[in-house]
């Protein structure tokens, strides 16, 4: 074959290598990249909390139904002490009740299904506990890896929502107080730096005072990863004001719980945070 010709074919080949495990890449992180291209674009984001040992199948084809009517953007399944052992049913029937991506926010190593869109991996960097930055991920690593889940590093923040959480007690770990937002914002860029693609800022279900808007304001002027907000939000307006303040992904899982025709209006309060905001 003339050299020039082998070559032209050997190129060819390696551009379309090259070019397959792009768009392999692409496919495997697809809810990443829809955090980032929505970030980039500045829309909001909503995403429904929903807790397995909470539900029963009826409720979860009711609720996505209703996440489908409002447009939700994500699924979020999960909790800080999951006691049922049908995580995989519940991810499946979301699946078959609704388009809407699944993305699993465990509390355990053992809140793993190969049935969900993701995998938020959490560590727990507003704590000091050495379990939840790293023990447990070890202990998950090999479970994680073979259940072919898109997994998101999330560096995962624990607020006080003036009040004791699960989140708080299972964890073992002290929130950072409210009204120091530059605890906040350091923690957050630590995170970044040290590699984490999302920030999680949470008061926790059933938080008394949800997170303020000045502390979403200073750790989004500083970091660059996609914001993800929740804890204590019960209404339109503190959802609308979280998301202008910096938030890309709102998550309200208690207080549909009580009202599932929050769903809808919840979802309009964040879908309707002006592009400029």
């Known amino acids: 074959m003339n050299a020039y010709l082998f070559r032209g074919v050997l190129l ?22 829809s955090f980032i291209e929505r970030k980039a674009k500045k829309e909001k984001a909503f995403a429904v909390l929903i807790d397995p040992d909470k539900v029963t199948p009826a409720v979860i084809i009711e609720i996505a139904a209703k996440c489908t009517a409002a447009k939700v953007d994500y699924i979020f399944l999960g909790g800080s002490l999951v006691i049922s052992d049908h995580l995989d049913e519940c991810v499946q029937q979301l699946k078959a009740s609704c388009d809407i991506p699944v993305v699993l926010f465990p509390g355990s190593p053992s809140q793993v299904s190969k049935y969900a869109d993701a995998l938020l991996y959490l560590s727990v960097i507003s704590g000091r506990n050495p379990e939840l930055l790293i023990g447990q991920h070890v202990v998950s690593a090999a479970a994680v890896k073979k259940s072919g889940l898109e997994v ?4 995962y923040m624990v607020i006080d929502g003036g009040a004791p959480t699960t989140v708080s007690y299972i964890s073992n770990t002290t929130p950072i107080p409210a009204d120091k937002a530059d605890i906040a914002m350091c923690t957050a860029m630590a995170g970044e730096m040290l590699g984490m693609k999302v920030i999680y800022m949470d008061a926790g279900s059933g938080a008394r005072v949800p997170i303020t808007e000045s502390m979403i304001s200073r750790v989004a002027s500083q970091v660059q990863a996609p914001i993800i907000v929740g804890g204590g939000i019960r209404d339109a307006e503190k959802a609308y004001r979280n998301c202008k303040a910096g938030a890309d992904i709102l998550v309200v899982g208690n207080a549909i719980e009580k009202d599932l025709s929050l769903i809808k209006e919840l979802a309009d309060a964040v879908h309707s945070v002006p592009i400029n905001a």
Not at 15 to 28: E, H, P, Q, S, V
Not at 152 to 155: A, F, L, Q, R, V
Request: aromatic share 12%.
């Open 12 to 33: 060819t080949k390696i551009l379309y290598i090259c070019d397959n495990r792009n768009n392999a890449l692409l496919m495997y992180n697809n809810i990443y990249t």
């Open 152 to 155: 998101i590093s999330t560096g």
